[in-house]
């Protein structure tokens, strides 16, 4: 049920009151101008959170740019959390992921005809993506990654993640709870996505829902489900067999997420048996957590593999010291979302497209599509994927 995996600690409620003084003060500043807001001419989509922790915003931007990419000159922008760099760096395909971060550098290896770009300072980021590009290939639509708490940018269309097994109704501020801000920093948002949820959710949960997130007339609100695709080999060593068949597999799931919890319930009923090694979010894989995987997974018993989220296998393959044995077992698990209902995901894509024909400067959804951009990469054409059908619980 919804709010299932939020844990309050309650002894830590005078401090979150003290952290929602000064969450409250700094979204007063914005709300007066003293500290300034900046909109832009060319099309934003901002997509993020108010909850430390993992809510799906990587799956929610790539389809965005799955929406948009045949239509539009796509820009992602991120910070680059955790890399090895700083200032505004543009990747191109051989950009390492120390210099960009791991969730950039995943969406220009899945979508190399994109641009992808980092900055800490996304109003310089922004600036730069609409200054240094020519006319003929100018960005038509800029999506910033994780910035909903990035209040120097004014977004077109703001986006908040929710997740369903951690409501924001239901959650305290930092340190007893996960809210990074009050909860009526969602009033700021012009879409909220109930993320994660069941796939079997009835329709008396959905009113409930609705009801107990209290948005005003002007905010839509939309539920969406993960859907996991064919694992695919991290190394080339696992090549060349057939497609690997995770209920006849003992399944090593190696996590380095904020939430690992959805992905271990989905994984248990469809594997022969499952046994978590997880990490914080964004880690790094060091020499003795390298040893720790090699030895952990050769006790497991055959048939076995180890299953890793598209995030963590990008640090994997600069990780030294795996045995040939994980080499040639590892796998990385894609992951889709998709929205609850045929008509969410109609009135949601019109809601995206919509705003981006009336904000451009030309109207380019119009457009022949062979006029709007060039021919995409083979890499992207793989739009209707093999899935496996996992319950959720």
């Known amino acids: 049920m919804e709010g299932d995996f939020i844990k309050i600690n309650e002894w830590l409620l005078p401090l979150s009151w003290l952290y929602g003084l000064g969450a409250s003060f700094r979204n007063f500043l914005f709300e007066v101008g003293i500290l300034k807001s900046r909109a832009y001419k060319t099309p934003v989509i901002s997509v993020g959170n108010i909850t430390v922790g993992g809510t799906g915003k990587t799956p929610h931007v790539e389809y965005l740019v799955r929406l948009l990419q045949d239509k539009v000159r796509v820009a992602v922008l991120s910070r680059g959390y955790k890399r090895k760099s700083r200032g505004y760096i543009v990747a191109d395909a051989d950009t390492p992921v120390e210099t960009i971060g791991d969730e950039p550098y995943q969406m220009k290896q899945k979508f190399p005809a994109i641009t992808v770009a980092v900055d800490k300072k996304r109003t310089r980021g922004i600036e730069r993506l609409t200054s240094e590009q020519a006319d003929d290939k100018a960005i038509d639509v800029i999506l910033l990654d994780d910035a909903f708490q990035h209040r120097y940018v004014k977004p077109g269309v703001n986006i908040l993640l929710v997740d369903y097994h951690r409501l924001i109704i239901y959650d305290k501020l930092l340190p007893a709870g996960r809210l990074r801000e009050p909860l009526k920093g969602k009033n700021r948002a012009d879409i909220v996505i109930v993320t994660k949820c069941p796939k079997e959710l009835k329709p008396m949960e959905f009113r409930v829902i609705t009801r107990a997130m209290g948005?005003?007339?002007?905010?839509?609100?939309?539920?969406?489900?993960?859907?996991?695709?064919?694992?695919?080999?991290?190394?080339?060593?696992?090549?060349?067999?057939?497609?690997?068949?995770?209920?006849?597999?003992?399944?090593?799931?190696?996590?380095?997420?904020?939430?690992?919890?959805?992905?271990?319930?989905?994984?248990?009923?469809?594997?022969?048996?499952?046994?978590?090694?997880?990490?914080?979010?964004?880690?790094k894989f060091r020499r003795k957590d390298i040893r720790r995987l090699n030895e952990v997974f050769d006790t497991m018993p055959e048939p076995k593999c180890i299953v890793t989220t598209e995030k963590d296998a990008t640090r994997l393959k600069a990780a030294e010291g795996l045995s040939d044995d994980v080499r040639r077992s590892l796998y990385a698990l894609p992951v889709r979302i998709k929205f609850m209902s045929d008509e969410q995901e109609e009135s949601f894509n019109q809601n995206i497209t919509g705003y981006i024909t009336k904000n451009s400067r030309k109207n380019i959804l119009a457009k022949p599509k062979e006029e709007r951009r060039p021919k995409a990469s083979s890499n992207d054409a793989a739009d209707k994927p093999r899935t496996i059908s996992f319950k959720s619980h």
């Not at 996590?255 to 469809?270: C, F, H, M, N, Y």
């Open 215 to 283: 948005l005003y007339p002007y905010q839509h609100l939309y539920f969406s489900t993960l859907e996991y695709e064919q694992p695919q080999p991290v190394f080339k060593e696992a090549q060349g067999g057939k497609p690997l068949k995770l209920s006849e597999q003992n399944v090593l799931l190696l996590t380095g997420i904020a939430s690992p919890r959805q992905l271990v319930e989905d994984l248990k009923p469809e594997v022969g048996s499952i046994l978590p090694l997880t990490f914080p979010d964004h880690h």
